[in-house]
Every structure is written in structure tokens, then in C-alpha cells.
């Protein structure tokens, strides 16, 4: 299995609803990280977790709660967001456990906020 | 000094051409060099990536020329096609060196037919 998987592919929330993205890579990689992706912009860095701990958190709001219950799985848990926060969340994996390699990424949840 | 600045916006070239898109780094610890390809709805994929041990890297149809003392390096797509059509993101890292990517602004491609 070479792919990172994501879901959902889409979804529509409210300001003051909870919902959560789910990544699951089977790759052994180490590695895994949340992006957020403006239209017509690079991903931009949230979360990376390494060997299943949080390694970096990009001063993302408190809104937006990671959480990596084991080496394939990565949770975003979403609660009171705001109409600007309506992006494509990329998840991304990679080998190691230090960082810098190739990152392969998920499809992407497309998510709006209303 | 972390910036990847990528160049141009947005390219149109005629089916068969060559698409050539540039990019320049600034901190000269990078020693990775990643190009990637978003479709629409897509996530980025790695496309073909260099070190900065070699000055050419060639894949196919797309080639990477690497230019250390300028810091600088390009991605030329030969014979370019319509599904060539998308958007590219030149990138750098360090390995090891922490999980930051840093990504170039991108260029939106358009191959006419």
C-alpha cells in the first residue's frame, strides 16, 4: 500500500459544529503531518507528528486539535471554526522520523464553513 | 532567508513545447529539492527531485537543472501535453533537518492542444 488515505473527501460545517478528518497511511512511515491549502496557494505547515508524538504545531489555533493514536493514523478535530478557515486539509506522511524527506500527500478533505 | 521564490505565476504553452519554471532559494543549508504536481481536487505529488550533489537530473520528460553557486534550479517539461496541465510547486528541505518544506508560490500550467 503506497497511498495516504483521507477522509471525507468533503465536508460542510457550521461555526459552531464538531467534526474530525481521519489520514491513515500504511507505509511504515514516521512521520505525519496536516496542511491547510488556500485556493492558488502552497500547503501550509499545521501539524507534524514524529513516532507518534507532536514535533511541530505551526501556532494553529485551538480551534483545530490533532491527535495520532498510533503510526498509521492521524485525527483533526475541529470545533467552533470560522468561515475563513474553509480550505483543502492535506494530511502527509513520510519515512523517517527527523524530517526533510519526500512527503506524500492525501487527496485532501475539501471543507466549508458556513 | 527560509524562501523559495518560484517563477513565473502561470505559464501557457502549445502542446509540444517545452515548459520551463524556475526557482531560487536563499538558505544554502537545503540540500534537498523536491518538485511536486497538484491536479485540481488532488493532493501535491512528488514528481522528480534532486540533491545538490548532482547539477542535471532527468526523469522521462521532465528534468531538473540545479545550480548551486547561483542557488538556483528549474524544471523543464519536454514535449509538454494537456494532461501536463496543472499546478507545480518547487520546494526545499534539509535531510535531516526538521519537517519544515519549504514550498515556492507555485506555477499554474497550461498546455493548449
Known amino acids: 500500500d503506497t497511498e495516504v488515505t483521507q477522509t471525507p473527501k468533503h465536508l460542510v460545517m457550521g461555526m459552531t459544529n464538531k467534526k474530525s478528518l481521519k489520514c491513515e497511511q500504511h507505509?511504515?512511515?514516521?512521520?505525519m503531518y496536516w496542511y491547510k491549502q488556500k485556493a492558488k496557494k502552497p500547503p501550509e505547515l499545521m501539524f507534524v507528528?514524529?513516532?507518534?508524538?507532536?514535533?511541530i504545531n505551526e501556532s494553529v489555533p485551538s480551534r483545530f486539535s490533532p491527535e495520532c493514536p498510533n503510526s498509521s493514523l492521524l485525527n483533526l478535530h475541529l470545533h467552533a471554526l470560522q468561515p475563513e478557515d474553509s480550505a483543502l486539509y492535506l494530511c502527509?506522511?513520510?519515512?523517517?522520523?527527523?524530517?526533510?524527506?519526500?512527503?506524500?500527500f492525501g487527496p485532501g478533505t475539501r471543507l466549508l464553513v458556513l | 532567508q527560509q524562501q523559495v521564490k518560484q517563477s513565473p505565476q502561470s505559464l501557457i504553452v502549445q502542446k509540444g513545447g517545452i515548459s520551463i519554471i524556475n526557482c531560487a532559494y536563499e538558505?544554502?543549508?537545503?540540500?534537498?529539492f523536491p518538485w511536486y504536481q497538484q491536479f485540481p481536487g488532488k493532493g501535491p505529488a512528488l514528481l522528480i527531485a534532486?540533491?545538490?550533489?548532482?547539477s542535471e537530473k532527468k526523469e522521462g520528460r521532465f528534468t531538473i537543472s540545479f545550480n548551486k553557486s547561483a542557488k538556483q534550479f528549474s524544471l523543464h517539461i519536454m514535449d509538454s501535453q494537456p494532461g501536463d496541465s496543472a499546478t507545480y510547486f518547487c520546494?526545499?528541505?534539509?535531510?535531516?533537518?526538521?519537517?519544515?518544506?519549504?514550498f515556492g508560490a507555485g506555477t499554474r500550467l497550461f498546455v493548449k492542444a
Open positions: 507528528y514524529s513516532y507518534e508524538k507532536l514535533s
Open positions: 507505509m511504515g512511515h514516521r512521520a
Open positions: 502527509a506522511s513520510s519515512l523517517g522520523g527527523t524530517g526533510g524527506e519526500t512527503q506524500y
Open positions: 538558505n544554502t543549508a537545503f540540500d534537498y
Open positions: 520546494a526545499a528541505s534539509k535531510i535531516p533537518g526538521g519537517f519544515k518544506t519549504i
Open positions: 534532486i540533491r545538490p550533489d548532482v
